[in-house]
């Protein structure tokens, strides 16, 4: 569910399935996302693909996800999988491509980029790879990255790191970033606003410091409550009770009621909206302090 919230809007659900909601708008012309010359990319891909020795599927590939250094493919250099991006997007020379790859990974501190360029994946540690996969998307110039689950599998210096490149670039380059992730560590370091998912809908959606200094959610609270701090001891740490109900198998009423402490019968019989606060931001809870519907 959480991954149709965030590929829908740049078309990229499974052609059976239908976005109902007009797509948003991004951007200084304020396109709307996945209209974004979907044909024309589609047209420059088979092209570059006719002429280029990779697989077709890479070739074609004009989004990339973040959320798993596996992404990378095994089979070929890691500079022509870098290289097919910015000739895909950009229409660069192969000569002109692979000097952009050169330096973006110099950008992301790989150390010895030519070298690497010429490596294969299974030469590299998961921490370069995931590195390899942001240079990947950064090769074609976009304005917006999602960033889906970034850091899982990753150790915690790799993580600290990675957290690091995200930051600094979506900051030096103007880059909207979308981070999907449940580490709300990772949250509290890196985001400026955050809508905290459950089940597939917002529970809440407000500017982070709000959000982690006064929740208006319950499972905002919980979710808050789960992180380890210093000076716990050993049993303080609570998780939540009970379990994310499988897509389909919803509970009538707020998805969250059956893990929730304030649960109440209205709870159970009446989905709650999405409410503004008072002090910017939303969340849906029947007994959150919220303006009225
Ligand atoms: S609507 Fe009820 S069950 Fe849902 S989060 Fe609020 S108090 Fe809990």
């Known amino acids: 569910m959480r991954n149709a919230m965030v590929q829908a809007p740049a078309s990229l659900i499974p052609f059976q399935f239908r976005t109902k909601a007009p797509a948003p708008h991004f951007g200084q012309n304020g396109q709307a996302m996945g209209m974004l010359d979907m044909r024309h990319r589609r047209r ?73 360029a010429e490596a294969y994946p299974h030469q590299l540690s998961g921490g370069m790879k995931q590195r390899i996969v942001i240079a990947m998307a950064l090769a074609g110039e976009p304005d917006l990255i999602i960033a889906d689950e970034p850091t899982t599998a990753l150790d915690v210096t790799v993580q600290a790191q990675i957290i690091q490149i995200l930051t600094r670039l979506s900051r030096d380059r103007g880059l909207a970033l979308l981070l999907i992730t449940h580490d709300m560590g990772v949250v509290a370091q890196v985001c400026d606003r955050v809508a905290v998912l459950y089940a597939g809908r917002i529970a809440e959606e407000r500017a982070v410091d709000p959000l982690f200094a ?16 210093d000076g716990m001891t050993p049993g303080s740490l609570h998780g939540i009770p009970g379990a994310v109900p499988t897509s389909g198998r919803y509970p009538p009423g707020c998805r969250f009621n059956p893990r929730c402490a304030s649960a109440a019968d209205l709870c159970r ?25």
Do not use: W
């Open 214 to 229: 006064t929740p208006a959610h319950p499972y905002t609270t919980a979710l808050i409550d789960c992180i380890p701090r």
């Open 44 to 116: 420059k891909a088979e092209d570059i693909a006719d002429k280029l020795p990779l697989d077709e599927s890479a070739a074609r590939q004009t989004t990339l996800r973040l959320d798993d250094h596996h992404q990378v493919g095994r089979i070929r250099h890691i500079g022509e999988q870098v290289d097919v991006v910015s000739r895909l997007h950009l229409g660069l020379s192969a000569q002109t491509a692979r000097l952009r790859t050169l330096d973006l990974l110099a950008q992301l501190r790989i150390p010895e980029p030519a070298a690497v």
């Open 269 to 293: 019989q009446e989905r709650p909206l999405l409410r503004p606060l008072h002090h910017g931001g939303a969340v849906a809870c029947h007994f959150a302090n919220a303006e009225a519907p």
